[in-house]
C-alpha cells in the first residue's frame, strides 16, 4: 500500500520478520523493520517486535507509523549511503534516550529494500553521564569559588571551622581565624605569620598521609583532651599538573561528650531497673513466703492478687533492665504474664486455657507497658473470678494488635456471661478502669457475647516518643 517494491522484496522482508523477537529478546531492546515510501523524505514502520525480557521503550504499536528522515538522520544515512550506522543516540517520543543501530537490508540485486532497527533503552547511562558532568563541573565551580575566597578572606573566617590550603609539600598557602587559633592552642610561640610554615611542624596531629594523596580523607583524631573531624580534600589543577589540599578541621568534642554522657545515663537508667525489679520480686518473695506459712483462707485470694500485680510490674523491669530502652515488646511481657503467673483457682475444679493472639510485635513506651501488663492481669482474674463458675473447663484469649496509632487490647472468655454490677463492685474492674482512662489515656468497655461469655477491650493512642 505504501511502498512500490516488487513482491519477491516483500517475500524477503517477510522471511526476515521472523528472526525479530528472537533478536529483540537477545538484545533486549525494540527491533523495527522500515521501509521508504513514494515521498522521499519519508519511511514507514512495516514490522517490530517487543522484547519479553525488558520493558518495551514504546508504549503503544508503531507498525504502520511512519517517520521524517529529518528526526531519523541514521535511517536516513544507512539507507542512502548502503552502510551500516551504529551506536547513534536518539531520543523517542516517550522521552527515553535510545542507542540506535541501523542495518540495511538488501535483496538479491544488492539493492537496499528496507531498514532492520535496534533501539535499546540508555536513559540511566545518559542520567549517569550528565551526574559525572556536572560533577566535573562543580569541581571546577569549586576551584573558582575557593580563589574568590582567598581574595575575601571574610568569608571563611565566619566559619567556626578550621580551614587550612596547603601546597604539595605540606606548607600552609592560607588559613582561616580559627585555623590560627587551633594552631596556637598548639603552639603559644609560634609566629602570626603562617604562610609557607610546613603543617607537619605546627599541628602534631596531621599526618603526611594527609596531604600526599589525591581524594578525600576523614579521620577522627584527639589532641589536648579535645575531639577533631578532620577531612582532607584534594584540588588538582590538570592544567598547571599541580595540586592543593584542602583541611577541613570541625572541634566535635561536645558531641563526643554527649554521646559519652548518653551511655551513662543508659547505664544508669538500666541499673535503676534492675534494682526495681529487684526490690518487687523481693516484695512478692515476702508474700509467697506469708502465704506458706499460712493466711486466712479468706486473704488467701487478696495475697495471690496483689502478688499477680507485683509480678506484673516487675516483668516490664526485668526487660528495660536488659535491653536499656524504654521501649518494651509488650507481646514478650504479656506472655510472660500468661505463662509465668499463678492465677488463684477461684473455681478449683476449673481448667482454664489461656490463649495469646497476636499478629505482630509490638513496642510500648514503658509508662504504657507498666499500665497494660497491670490491666492484662486484672481483667485474666477478674474472668478467673467470675466466668467460670459451676464450669469444669474454660478458654480465655487475648487478642493484642495495632490499628493504625491506636493499640487494641481485648481480654475475651467463653464463660457464662456478664453481670450488671461487675462494672462497678469490684476493685479490679476499677483498676483497670483508672489506668485506661488517665495512665492510657483511652476506652475501656464490656461487651456481651450473643452465645457465650464477656470480651473487655482497652483502646488507647501509641506513644510516639
Given at each position: 500500500m505504501y511502498t512500490s517494491l516488487p513482491e519477491k522484496d516483500i517475500e524477503i522482508l517477510e522471511e526476515k520478520s521472523k528472526s525479530l523477537q528472537m533478536i529483540a529478546d537477545l538484545a533486549q531492546g525494540n527491533v523495527f523493520i522500515d521501509c521508504a515510501t513514494e515521498d522521499p523524505e519519508t519511511a514507514i514502520v512495516v514490522a517490530e517486535a517487543v522484547p519479553t525480557t525488558v520493558p518495551s521503550l514504546y508504549q503503544g504499536r508503531v507498525v504502520g507509523k511512519k517517520i521524517l528522515y529529518s528526526y531519523e538522520p541514521a535511517v536516513y544515512k544507512a539507507y542512502h549511503s548502503g552502510k551500516p550506522a551504529m551506536m547513534n543516540r536518539a531520543l523517542t517520543h516517550e522521552g527515553s534516550h535510545v542507542c540506535q543501530n541501523v542495518t540495511p537490508i538488501k535483496n538479491?540485486?544488492?539493492?537496499?529494500?528496507?531498514?532492520?532497527?535496534?533501539?535499546?533503552?540508555?536513559?540511566?547511562?545518559?542520567?549517569?553521564?550528565?551526574?559525572?558532568?556536572?560533577l566535573s563541573e562543580t569541581t571546577a565551580e569549586f576551584g573558582r569559588t575557593w580563589d574568590i575566597v582567598l581574595k575575601d578572606q571574610m568569608i571563611p573566617d565566619y566559619l567556626?571551622?578550621?580551614?587550612?590550603?596547603?601546597?604539595?609539600?605540606?606548607?600552609?598557602?592560607?588559613?582561616?581565624?580559627?585555623?590560627?587559633?587551633?594552631?596556637?592552642?598548639?603552639?603559644?610561640?609560634?609566629?602570626?605569620?603562617?604562610?609557607?610554615?610546613?603543617?607537619?611542624?605546627?599541628?602534631?596531629?596531621?599526618?603526611?598521609?594527609?596531604?600526599?594523596?589525591?581524594?578525600?580523607?576523614?579521620?577522627?583524631?584527639?589532641?589536648?583532651?579535645?575531639?577533631?573531624?578532620?577531612?582532607?580534600?584534594?584540588?588538582?589543577?590538570?592544567?598547571?599538573?599541580?595540586?592543593?589540599?584542602?583541611?577541613?578541621?570541625?572541634?566535635?568534642?561536645?558531641?563526643?561528650?554527649?554521646?559519652?554522657?548518653?551511655?551513662?545515663?543508659?547505664?544508669?537508667?538500666?541499673?535503676?531497673?534492675?534494682?526495681?525489679?529487684?526490690?518487687?520480686?523481693?516484695?512478692?518473695?515476702?508474700?509467697?513466703?506469708?502465704?506458706?506459712?499460712?493466711?486466712?483462707?479468706?486473704?488467701?485470694?487478696?495475697?495471690?492478687?496483689?502478688?499477680?500485680?507485683?509480678?506484673?510490674?516487675?516483668?516490664?523491669?526485668?526487660?528495660?533492665?536488659?535491653?536499656?530502652?524504654?521501649k518494651v515488646n509488650m507481646v514478650h511481657i504479656i506472655k510472660k504474664i500468661t505463662t509465668g503467673q499463678v492465677f488463684y483457682p477461684y473455681q478449683p475444679n476449673c481448667s482454664v486455657a489461656i490463649h495469646l493472639c497476636t499478629e505482630e510485635e509490638i513496642e510500648l513506651h514503658s509508662s504504657q507497658a507498666v499500665s497494660l501488663?497491670?490491666?492484662?492481669?486484672?481483667?485474666?482474674?477478674?474472668?478467673?473470678?467470675?466466668?467460670?463458675?459451676?464450669?469444669?473447663?474454660?478458654?480465655?484469649?487475648?487478642?493484642?494488635?495495632?490499628?493504625?496509632?491506636?493499640?487494641?487490647?481485648?481480654?475475651?472468655?467463653d464463660?457464662?456471661?456478664?453481670?450488671?454490677?461487675?462494672?462497678?463492685?469490684?476493685?479490679?474492674?476499677?483498676?483497670?478502669?483508672?489506668?485506661?482512662?488517665?495512665?492510657?489515656?483511652?476506652?475501656?468497655?464490656?461487651?456481651?457475647?450473643?452465645?457465650?461469655?464477656t470480651e473487655a477491650w482497652v483502646t488507647f493512642p501509641n506513644r510516639e516518643d
Open positions: 538479491d540485486e544488492g539493492s537496499v529494500i528496507a531498514l532492520l532497527i535496534l533501539e535499546t533503552d540508555i536513559t540511566q547511562q545518559v542520567e549517569q553521564e550528565h551526574e559525572l558532568a556536572l567556626e571551622e578550621a580551614l587550612i590550603l596547603l601546597g604539595e609539600d605540606g606548607a600552609i598557602q592560607y588559613a582561616n581565624n580559627f585555623a590560627i587559633g587551633l594552631i596556637k592552642e598548639h603552639n603559644p610561640i609560634q609566629q602570626t605569620n603562617l604562610t609557607n610554615q610546613n603543617i607537619l611542624a605546627i599541628l602534631p596531629f596531621i599526618d603526611k598521609a594527609d596531604f600526599t594523596h589525591q581524594g578525600i580523607t576523614q579521620r577522627e583524631v584527639r589532641s589536648m583532651e579535645k575531639v577533631f573531624i578532620l577531612r582532607s580534600i584534594c584540588l588538582l589543577n590538570k592544567k598547571a599538573d599541580s595540586k592543593r589540599m584542602l583541611l577541613y578541621i570541625r572541634d566535635i568534642t561536645d558531641l563526643r561528650d554527649k554521646e559519652r554522657q548518653l551511655m551513662v545515663n543508659q547505664v544508669v537508667i538500666k541499673e535503676i531497673h534492675h534494682r526495681v525489679k529487684n526490690n518487687l520480686q523481693t516484695v512478692a518473695s515476702l508474700l509467697r513466703m506469708q502465704m506458706r506459712r499460712g493466711v486466712p483462707e479468706e486473704t488467701k485470694l487478696l495475697y495471690q492478687e496483689s502478688l499477680n500485680r507485683i509480678t506484673s510490674i516487675a516483668a516490664v523491669h526485668d526487660v528495660l533492665s536488659s535491653s536499656g530502652l524504654e501488663a497491670l490491666i492484662v492481669t486484672e481483667l485474666i482474674q477478674n474472668c478467673m473470678k467470675h466466668a467460670f463458675i459451676e464450669r469444669s473447663t474454660g478458654n480465655v484469649t487475648i487478642h493484642f494488635k495495632q490499628n493504625g496509632r491506636s493499640i487494641e487490647l481485648g481480654v475475651i472468655d464463660g457464662n456471661g456478664m453481670d450488671n454490677d461487675i462494672e462497678t463492685d469490684h476493685l479490679g474492674i476499677e483498676i483497670v478502669k483508672n489506668l485506661t482512662n488517665y495512665d492510657l489515656n483511652g476506652e475501656f468497655k464490656f461487651l456481651q457475647n450473643c452465645e457465650q461469655g
